[in-house]
Structures are given as structure tokens and as C-alpha cells.
């Protein structure tokens, strides 16, 4: 791939003879170099549990934000680069409640990530005076979206492409791809929430470097019972991270 990829990674609209576009495959390998992220959907609601690499033992570990709220009822996960999950996060917000206040209802899980997506796949686009410029390149994250709505608990998985993937569950970033092979083996379709929730920590403590606790890891949840996402508190991530074997 960087052989001869010189005459045609710097346009981000540019196909290479082979049809290949390098600056989107750039963008994944700026995830595939990211934190560890996993999501577990189950008939009582959807898992999303995330590494948080920190650099440095100095800096506060509420100020890395892996997990963010959307709306009232979907929520997502990021693996990549930061300013970019915030961005595309930050649009999906204002999509739910344009939707809110011209519908008077919530915005569909699947409409909200496809929102997210179509961003994705804007980049290099726009003229002079635009007054929202798009990014000039691929966004380098990949975000799991998990919501409830009227179809049930729902979680979906965004790529650098912009293309859109609808799983029971899943896992993106570094570790990846061992991950996913301990979550098949785990996964049962009539797994519970709580083992769910044991299940996505018990697969981040066998793949990170780090010894897992409550401050390098993330936890959040939809439960259909509720329609509500919500981010666990530390106390509840460490009282998890004791039932881990």
C-alpha cells in the first residue's frame, strides 16, 4: 500500500488505478491505532463499554471522553481521533433535536446514524462561502451508535467511509480484532443486560495492555425498559470490574 501510493494520497477524491482511495484507508488506520471500543446489544437494551488511554498519569481521567450522549435515547462510542467523535457527535445532536422540534418526537436510532454517516462521506466537498466548510479530509473515527426506539434496543457501526453496519455486537480500535473473536465464542442472543455488562469488560481486561479499573475504562447503557441512555458513575464500572475472573 505506501509504495505506490505517492502519486495519489493527497487527493482525498482521488482513486488510485486499483480503485482505492488512500487518504480513507489512512483514516482507518487511525482507528485500527486507537482505543478499544465495545458494544453488546440484548433484548433488554444495548452495552457500550471503552478503554481510555491515558499519556499520562498526571492528567484527570473525566476529561477523556470516549462516550458521549446524543439525545435522551442513543448514545455512542468513539475509537479514533477525538476531535473528530466530537464533531460528528456534536452534529447528530443538533439533527435529534431539529427532528424534536419539528416533530415533536425522537429521532429514529437508525436516522441518527445515518446522519453521522452522510457527514462522513462530505469531506473535501464545499466552495468559497460556504459558511459550514466540511473537513478537508476523512474523519479518523469510528463510532458504535447504541438507542432504543420503537424497533427495540439497536446498535450500529460507522466507519471512516461513511458506511453504516447494523450488529448484535460488536468491537473497533486496536484490539479489535481479538476481541471480536472472544465476543463470539461469549455471545448469547438471550444474554441479559447485566451479562452483557460483564461480558464487554471482561473482553477490554483481556485485551488492554493496562490492568483494567474504573478510571481507564468507560461504561454506558440504553435499556428498553427505561428508553434512556445513561453513562455509569466509577462506582458502578468498579463494582463490575469485582465479578471479573
Known amino acids: 500500500m505506501w509504495n505506490d501510493s505517492n502519486k495519489y494520497d493527497r487527493g482525498v477524491n482521488t482513486f488510485s488505478p486499483e480503485g482505492r482511495i488512500f487518504q480513507i484507508e ?3 488506520e487511525a482507528v485500527k491505532m486507537a482505543a478499544t471500543a465495545i458494544g453488546i446489544r440484548t433484548e433488554e437494551g444495548v452495552i457500550l463499554a471503552v478503554e481510555k488511554k491515558l499519556p499520562s498519569r498526571l492528567m484527570d481521567p473525566t476529561s477523556v471522553e470516549k462516550i ?43 436516522a441518527v446514524t445515518q446522519s453521522i454517516a452522510d457527514l462522513a462521506t462530505h469531506f473535501g466537498e464545499g466552495s ?44 473497533i480500535g486496536s484490539a479489535a480484532e481479538g476481541a471480536q473473536a472472544y465476543i463470539k465464542e461469549s455471545y448469547k442472543d438471550d444474554m441479559t443486560l447485566k451479562e452483557a455488562e460483564k461480558l464487554s469488560l471482561q473482553v477490554l481486561k483481556n485485551v488492554m495492555e493496562e490492568k483494567i479499573d474504573q ?21 458502578e464500572v468498579n463494582d463490575i470490574i469485582d465479578t471479573l475472573s
Open 128 to 171: 468559497e462561502g460556504m459558511k459550514d466548510k466540511p473537513m478537508s479530509r476523512p474523519y479518523g473515527v469510528s463510532l458504535l451508535v447504541a438507542g432504543c426506539d420503537e424497533d427495540g434496543p439497536q446498535l450500529f457501526v460507522t466507519d471512516p467511509a461513511g458506511t453504516y453496519l447494523k450488529y448484535k455486537a460488536c468491537a
Open 68 to 110: 458521549m450522549e446524543i439525545d435522551y435515547h442513543v448514545g455512542c462510542a468513539s475509537s479514533g481521533i477525538a476531535g473528530d467523535a466530537k464533531t460528528l457527535a456534536d452534529h447528530a445532536r443538533v439533527e435529534t433535536q431539529q427532528h424534536k422540534f419539528s416533530f415533536n418526537e425522537p429521532l429514529k436510532v437508525e
Open 26 to 28: 489512512y483514516a482507518f
Open 215 to 235: 478510571h481507564n475504562v468507560e461504561v454506558a447503557s440504553v435499556e428498553k425498559e427505561t428508553g434512556k441512555f445513561r453513562i455509569y458513575r466509577t462506582a
